[in-house]
């Protein structure tokens, strides 16, 4: 196989890691929300125009869990019940994603940013712990830079680096940033199936079993909806407004902050998150053994553990 090749095919499983829970069949968005959603009833909220669909359970101050680039809600679903019995637990759909809308914007870093933003506005939360993965710790960090008065703490689960693309240890991550022309990759995600799907998932984790049958189906079927390609791709190209105008911040943030890493990720490896610490002023640092990049939903016992006890200041 020459580079070429080599380079296409790696594409196609770029699009698929990114973009394992979206699609691009041409179906209606009608989200059905007479359905338990991670065993909770889901809500909708209008924000700017938009809708957002989100779960609420348990009392006391709020929390707000906010899921990675192409995922859900239902990646918080061993967070809910145990953060539930101290705090009220909101799981949102970030935009774009899960049961969200999916309107034909450019999703920017700022539009994630201010919707979260906009969302605790509507539910008239003074502040709140975020505690987010990936993109979601991303959008975190965000709203701590824009909007410190809203944060109270933050928790950041394999978050977003300074330099993310040179950062990243998976080829088909960095293949995904950087990769042109972009209709190739649209191609691959339009040929992309269950299979890829479950092999590109099973490069997240250690634990392999954790990628059954029901699992894919979750993943799949949101694949399905309009309006999730043009997410994952304007999403994608502008993840260079993080670097540019979020990254170089990241040591201007001074609410209290818990870095969260698996110390297996292959995705960015734990240096990363090590380095993501040392960025943030008076943070604290926790290594989960044997967890890859989704921490919280492959080491949930540990990473809840780590949770509560900086939030609570005592271990539970």
Known sequence: MNICSMKTSAAVVAVIMMGWMMGCAPKPFKPDLTHTYNRIQPKAITVDGYQLVYTVTGNGPPIILLHGFGAQGWMWEYQQEALA??????????LGHGYSDRPHIAYTPDLFIDSVKGFMTELEMTRATL??????????????????????????????PQGVSEKAALMAYRVFLRFEPVFLLRIGFHLSGKGLLRSTLEKLVVDKSLITDDVIERAYKFRKLAGSAHALFSSRNNIRR???????RIPEITTPTLVVWGTEDPLFPIPVGEELHQQIPNSKFRGIKGAGHLTMWEKPEETNAAILEFRLGKSK
């Not at 993080?242 to 170089?248: G, L």
Request: no cysteine; glycine share 12%; charged share 15%.
């Open 85 to 94: 019995k101290y705090f009220t637990v909101y799981t949102l759909d970030l």
């Open 131 to 160: 505690i987010g993965n990936s993109l979601g710790a991303g959008v975190a960090m965000g709203i701590a830079l824009n909007y410190p008065h809203l944060t109270d703490k933050l928790v950041l689960i394999g978050g977003f």
């Open 242 to 248: 993080w670097e540019e105008h979020y990254a170089p």
